[in-house]
Protein backbone atom coordinates (compact mmCIF):
# COMPACT_ATOMS: atom_id res chain seq x y z
CA UNK A 1 0.00 0.00 0.00
CA UNK A 2 1.20 3.30 -1.07
CA UNK A 3 1.74 5.60 1.63
CA UNK A 4 2.07 9.68 2.37
CA UNK A 5 3.11 10.25 6.28
CA UNK A 6 2.90 13.43 7.85
CA UNK A 7 3.07 14.16 11.39
CA UNK A 8 -0.50 15.29 12.30
CA UNK A 9 0.57 17.93 15.32
CA UNK A 10 -0.40 20.21 16.28
CA UNK A 11 2.49 22.13 15.13
CA UNK A 12 2.54 25.43 17.26
CA UNK A 13 4.94 28.65 16.10
CA UNK A 14 4.98 32.47 16.95
CA UNK A 15 3.46 35.15 14.84
CA UNK A 16 6.57 36.01 12.54
CA UNK A 17 8.52 32.20 12.65
CA UNK A 18 9.14 29.85 10.17
CA UNK A 19 6.66 26.88 10.11
CA UNK A 20 8.28 23.93 8.89
CA UNK A 21 5.76 20.92 7.78
CA UNK A 22 7.47 17.82 6.58
CA UNK A 23 6.43 14.80 4.43
CA UNK A 24 7.47 11.15 3.39
CA UNK A 25 6.40 8.98 0.72
CA UNK A 26 6.50 5.31 0.25
CA UNK A 27 6.37 4.78 -3.50
CA UNK A 28 9.86 6.04 -5.02
CA UNK A 29 8.16 6.54 -8.77
CA UNK A 30 6.13 8.83 -7.30
CA UNK A 31 6.27 12.19 -9.93
CA UNK A 32 4.21 14.87 -8.50
CA UNK A 33 4.17 16.92 -5.10
CA UNK A 34 1.25 19.08 -3.61
CA UNK A 35 0.18 21.02 -0.91
CA UNK A 36 -3.28 21.99 0.47
CA UNK A 37 -4.31 24.39 2.83
CA UNK A 38 -7.34 23.00 4.96
CA UNK A 39 -9.56 25.51 6.84
CA UNK A 40 -11.51 23.91 9.33
CA UNK A 41 -15.02 22.49 7.90
CA UNK A 42 -13.53 24.28 4.19
CA UNK A 43 -12.52 21.79 1.34
CA UNK A 44 -9.08 21.98 0.52
CA UNK A 45 -6.97 24.49 -1.31
CA UNK A 46 -3.98 23.95 -3.78
CA UNK A 47 -0.82 26.08 -2.13
CA UNK A 48 1.79 24.76 -3.77
CA UNK A 49 3.08 22.33 -6.13
CA UNK A 50 6.94 20.29 -7.09
CA UNK A 51 7.62 18.55 -9.35
CA UNK A 52 11.69 18.91 -9.57
CA UNK A 53 14.42 18.31 -7.10
CA UNK A 54 15.20 20.99 -5.05
CA UNK A 55 13.38 24.31 -3.79
CA UNK A 56 10.28 26.27 -5.43
CA UNK A 57 9.27 29.33 -4.01
CA UNK A 58 5.79 30.89 -4.03
CA UNK A 59 6.18 34.49 -1.68
CA UNK A 60 5.77 33.24 1.97
CA UNK A 61 5.95 29.86 0.71
CA UNK A 62 8.78 27.27 -0.25
CA UNK A 63 8.35 23.81 -1.27
CA UNK A 64 11.38 21.38 -0.82
CA UNK A 65 11.79 17.88 -2.73
CA UNK A 66 13.83 15.35 -2.02
CA UNK A 67 13.00 12.13 -4.55
CA UNK A 68 15.97 9.97 -3.13
CA UNK A 69 15.04 10.39 0.73
CA UNK A 70 11.44 10.60 -0.47
CA UNK A 71 11.05 13.77 1.16
CA UNK A 72 8.70 16.64 0.97
CA UNK A 73 8.91 19.60 2.89
CA UNK A 74 6.57 22.94 2.86
CA UNK A 75 8.17 26.16 4.76
CA UNK A 76 6.00 29.01 5.99
CA UNK A 77 7.84 32.20 6.90
CA UNK A 78 6.76 35.07 9.01
CA UNK A 79 3.60 33.04 9.46
CA UNK A 80 0.64 34.97 10.07
CA UNK A 81 -2.66 33.63 12.37
CA UNK A 82 -4.22 33.25 9.11
CA UNK A 83 -1.98 30.32 8.09
CA UNK A 84 -3.54 28.23 10.86
CA UNK A 85 -4.67 25.68 9.18
CA UNK A 86 -4.08 21.68 8.49
CA UNK A 87 -1.85 20.97 5.46
CA UNK A 88 -2.21 18.13 3.73
CA UNK A 89 0.65 16.85 1.37
CA UNK A 90 -0.69 14.90 -1.54
CA UNK A 91 1.78 12.96 -3.54
CA UNK A 92 0.97 11.32 -7.41
CA UNK A 93 2.92 7.95 -8.47
CA UNK A 94 4.33 6.44 -11.59
CA UNK A 95 1.15 5.13 -13.96
CA UNK A 96 -1.66 7.52 -13.41
CA UNK A 97 -4.00 9.35 -11.80
CA UNK A 98 -4.20 8.15 -8.35
CA UNK A 99 -3.22 10.87 -5.68
CA UNK A 100 -2.66 9.81 -2.22
CA UNK A 101 -2.88 12.16 0.81
CA UNK A 102 -1.55 12.60 3.79
CA UNK A 103 -3.71 12.55 7.04
CA UNK A 104 -2.43 16.15 7.13
CA UNK A 105 -0.64 18.66 10.04
CA UNK A 106 -2.28 20.96 11.59
CA UNK A 107 -0.37 24.06 12.26
CA UNK A 108 -1.11 26.51 14.60
CA UNK A 109 0.34 30.26 14.94
CA UNK A 110 0.24 31.93 17.92
CA UNK A 111 -0.45 35.82 17.75
CA UNK B 1 -16.05 33.15 -12.08
CA UNK B 2 -14.76 29.73 -13.41
CA UNK B 3 -14.85 26.81 -10.35
CA UNK B 4 -16.49 23.80 -8.72
CA UNK B 5 -19.66 23.51 -7.28
CA UNK B 6 -21.34 21.01 -5.04
CA UNK B 7 -24.35 21.25 -3.73
CA UNK B 8 -25.82 20.91 -1.21
CA UNK B 9 -23.80 22.36 1.47
CA UNK B 10 -25.47 20.11 4.08
CA UNK B 11 -27.41 17.21 3.61
CA UNK B 12 -29.51 14.41 6.48
CA UNK B 13 -30.88 11.08 5.65
CA UNK B 14 -32.88 8.50 6.98
CA UNK B 15 -30.99 5.19 7.18
CA UNK B 16 -31.60 2.96 3.84
CA UNK B 17 -31.87 6.05 1.75
CA UNK B 18 -29.97 6.37 -1.55
CA UNK B 19 -28.71 10.16 -1.75
CA UNK B 20 -26.98 11.69 -4.60
CA UNK B 21 -24.18 14.83 -4.25
CA UNK B 22 -23.97 17.21 -7.16
CA UNK B 23 -20.57 18.27 -8.64
CA UNK B 24 -20.28 20.76 -11.65
CA UNK B 25 -17.42 22.69 -13.24
CA UNK B 26 -16.66 25.12 -15.11
CA UNK B 27 -13.11 24.78 -15.65
CA UNK B 28 -13.13 22.90 -18.76
CA UNK B 29 -11.01 19.55 -16.79
CA UNK B 30 -10.92 16.74 -18.39
CA UNK B 31 -11.12 14.65 -15.21
CA UNK B 32 -13.33 14.57 -11.87
CA UNK B 33 -12.87 13.04 -8.98
CA UNK B 34 -15.10 11.83 -5.57
CA UNK B 35 -12.79 11.95 -1.93
CA UNK B 36 -14.26 11.22 1.29
CA UNK B 37 -13.01 12.85 4.63
CA UNK B 38 -13.27 11.26 7.55
CA UNK B 39 -12.47 13.32 11.18
CA UNK B 40 -8.31 13.13 11.18
CA UNK B 41 -7.74 11.20 7.96
CA UNK B 42 -6.68 12.09 5.02
CA UNK B 43 -8.83 11.89 1.48
CA UNK B 44 -9.80 8.75 0.47
CA UNK B 45 -10.66 8.42 -3.11
CA UNK B 46 -14.01 6.83 -4.40
CA UNK B 47 -14.88 6.76 -7.91
CA UNK B 48 -12.53 9.26 -10.91
CA UNK B 49 -13.12 9.74 -14.58
CA UNK B 50 -10.96 10.85 -17.06
CA UNK B 51 -13.58 11.55 -19.70
CA UNK B 52 -17.07 11.54 -20.63
CA UNK B 53 -19.12 7.94 -20.42
CA UNK B 54 -16.05 6.39 -18.71
CA UNK B 55 -14.91 6.04 -15.08
CA UNK B 56 -12.76 4.28 -12.87
CA UNK B 57 -13.15 2.70 -8.86
CA UNK B 58 -10.84 4.21 -6.60
CA UNK B 59 -9.98 2.89 -3.11
CA UNK B 60 -13.09 2.86 -1.15
CA UNK B 61 -15.92 2.13 -4.33
CA UNK B 62 -18.12 -0.17 -2.30
CA UNK B 63 -21.54 1.42 -1.60
CA UNK B 64 -21.25 4.10 -3.93
CA UNK B 65 -22.15 4.95 -7.67
CA UNK B 66 -21.06 8.08 -10.16
CA UNK B 67 -21.85 8.98 -13.80
CA UNK B 68 -20.86 11.03 -16.28
CA UNK B 69 -22.51 12.16 -19.03
CA UNK B 70 -21.53 15.40 -19.16
CA UNK B 71 -17.67 16.52 -18.94
CA UNK B 72 -19.09 19.11 -16.59
CA UNK B 73 -21.01 16.96 -14.28
CA UNK B 74 -20.15 13.83 -12.29
CA UNK B 75 -22.87 13.50 -9.82
CA UNK B 76 -22.31 11.02 -6.71
CA UNK B 77 -24.54 8.69 -5.07
CA UNK B 78 -24.42 6.91 -2.25
CA UNK B 79 -26.42 3.67 -1.73
CA UNK B 80 -27.63 2.23 1.08
CA UNK B 81 -24.87 -0.38 0.72
CA UNK B 82 -22.59 1.88 2.14
CA UNK B 83 -21.92 0.73 5.58
CA UNK B 84 -20.72 4.19 7.17
CA UNK B 85 -21.64 6.88 4.92
CA UNK B 86 -21.66 10.20 7.30
CA UNK B 87 -18.70 11.60 6.35
CA UNK B 88 -17.42 15.38 4.07
CA UNK B 89 -17.64 14.71 0.76
CA UNK B 90 -15.36 16.29 -1.88
CA UNK B 91 -15.57 16.45 -5.55
CA UNK B 92 -12.03 17.91 -7.55
CA UNK B 93 -11.65 18.17 -11.19
CA UNK B 94 -7.78 18.73 -13.04
CA UNK B 95 -6.64 18.56 -16.97
CA UNK B 96 -5.50 14.82 -17.86
CA UNK B 97 -2.38 13.67 -16.69
CA UNK B 98 -0.16 13.70 -19.36
CA UNK B 99 3.35 11.62 -19.34
CA UNK B 100 5.29 13.01 -16.35
CA UNK B 101 3.21 16.10 -15.66
CA UNK B 102 0.22 16.28 -13.95
CA UNK B 103 -2.03 19.18 -13.24
CA UNK B 104 -3.16 20.11 -10.23
CA UNK B 105 -7.08 18.71 -8.66
CA UNK B 106 -8.85 21.80 -7.67
CA UNK B 107 -11.80 20.84 -5.13
CA UNK B 108 -15.20 21.83 -4.59
CA UNK B 109 -16.74 23.39 -1.33
CA UNK B 110 -17.60 20.08 -0.46
CA UNK B 111 -21.05 18.26 0.82
CA UNK B 112 -21.20 16.79 4.76
CA UNK B 113 -23.89 14.18 4.51
CA UNK B 114 -25.24 12.86 7.61
CA UNK B 115 -26.61 9.61 8.04
CA UNK B 116 -28.81 8.84 10.94
Known amino acids: ?111 | DGGITQSPKYLFRKEGQNVTLSCEQNLNHDAMYWYRQDPGQGLRLIYYSQIVNDFQKGDIAEGYSVSREKKESFPLTVTSAQKNPTAFYLCASSFVFQGNFNYEQYFGPGTRLTVT
Open chain 1, 1 to 111: QKEVEQNSGPLSVPEGAIASLNCTYSDRGSQSFFWYRQYSGKSPELIMSIYSNGDKEDGRFTAQLNKASQYVSLLIRDSQPSDSATYLCAVMGTGGFKTIFGAGTRLFVKA
